[in-house]
């Protein structure tokens, strides 16, 4: 079975108030992102610092930004802030 839940190292860290702007800026740029994180994520808890990770498409130069808990899987909403705008499970 495959998954798309990446078991990468993190590239750094981000501080929760810099992680909270990041995905404000994504989800005020990209009109379909709120909804999408809204359907597939819970909110986070209290934490002073997140991981970022860098994106693995291929040619994409962003980086992943924890966005919520998901779902329906025990893992992380990522949102790549590159050109590819995607969002993973970490």
């Known amino acids: 079975m495959t998954s798309n839940i990446g078991q990468n190292y993190p590239y750094t860290s981000e501080t929760e108030a810099e992680r909270r702007r990041t995905i404000e800026r994504l ?25 970022v990770w860098k994106c693995p498409t291929t040619g994409c130069p962003g980086r992943l930004h924890v966005a919520g808990y998901a779902r329906d899987a025990h893992a992380l909403v990522v949102v790549c802030d590159g050109s590819c705008g995607r969002i993973f499970l970490r």
């Open 27 to 51: 989800v005020a740029e990209r009109s379909d992102l709120g909804p999408a994180l809204a359907e597939r994520t819970t909110p986070l808890d209290d934490n002073e610092r997140w991981w």
